[in-house]
């Protein structure tokens, strides 16, 4: 089953409010082998200016998970997840994340190609804090393979 | 704080082994939610023509990027970071797996002070990932 080529453009609707944890954020921070005490310890990151623990970069994929299901679960998206290969990952900063953040993620599918008996799917995650103001996007390439492998 | 006058394209900034276990595989999924079964089953990582079960690229994008951020510093310096997946890491039930992580300067924005890390990260003395660039603003 081929990826539904007119997936490219579509938007999704935003992501129920995720509230960003500080024992999420260290559960993560140990999680990725960060060993950086502005993930970890309250006083070292209100000492370099921030209003709580500081999220490591690759967090942000906690809140774009949502917006994978969402393009996952697409009646008409015809994405096998049994061929799902992830490809590649970008995170493009407005500011860190910070723990109290209240976050929502808002997926446009940017592209949809075809190589060599595959689909890539570019999945952009527009993440936005509680005041609608830009924080991060997340962008994935996710490779599905094609039957003849 | 880094000095960003005092850096040149091609130094190497950061180097770091990160030797991983079955269970840092584990605590990344439940972690990060990716509960996928090829990063702690074996037989469902066969049965997908794997030769064992795999980190997740996630996890690799994820520890990868600590050398840079603990060089700067605050992590919130960085702007920008991306890679390409290009080899699986494969953790071996009993010795586990080591990456070891490279970073050095790729390219300077002299308007913007902006540096950009080029990582390297090398499994059994292969790269893994591709076009892993991290921008850092030291402005």
Do not use: C
């Not at chain 2, 951020?69 to 702007?79: E, F, K, T």
Request: hydrophobic fraction near 45%; proline fraction near 5%; charge should be negative.
């Amino acid at each position: 089953m081929a990826v539904n080529p007119e997936l490219q453009g579509r938007v999704f609707p935003p992501t129920a409010p995720y509230l960003v944890g500080r024992e999420k954020i260290r559960e993560f921070s140990r999680a990725v082998l960060s060993t950086n005490p502005i993930n970890l310890d309250v006083d070292a990151a209100r000492a370099a200016g921030h209003a709580d623990l500081v999220a490591p970069p690759t967090f942000p994929v906690v809140v774009q998970e949502a917006t994978l299901a969402q393009l996952l679960a697409e009646p008409d998206a015809g994405i096998d997840f049994s061929r799902v290969v992830h490809g590649e990952q970008r995170f493009t900063y407005t500011r860190a994340i910070v723990a109290g953040d209240e976050l929502t993620a808002t997926l446009t599918v940017s592209s949809v190609k075809s190589l060599g008996g595959h689909n890539m799917v570019t999945a952009d995650s527009d993440i936005v804090d509680a005041n609608g103001k830009h924080v991060v996007t997340a962008i994935s390439t996710l490779v599905v393979r094609g039957d003849e492998d | 704080m880094v000095d960003y006058s005092s850096l040149t394209k091609g130094d190497v900034v950061a180097e770091e082994n990160f030797h991983l276990t079955r269970d840092n595989l584990v605590r990344y999924a439940g972690a990060s939610g990716d509960f996928n079964p090829i990063h702690y089953r074996d037989d469902v990582a066969v049965s997908v023509g794997l030769p064992g079960v795999l980190a997740h690229g996630m996890l690799t994008m994820g520890f990868a990027v600590q050398p840079v951020s603990n060089w700067v510093g605050d992590p919130a310096r960085i702007v920008d970071y991306q890679v390409r997946f290009t080899r699986p890491v494969l953790v071996d039930g009993a010795t586990g797996a080591d990456v070891t992580v490279t970073a050095t300067v790729g390219a300077l924005e002299d308007e913007t002070k902006i540096a950009r890390i080029d990582l390297t990260a090398k499994f059994n003395d292969e790269t893994v990932l591709g076009k892993a660039q991290v921008r850092v603003n030291l402005a």
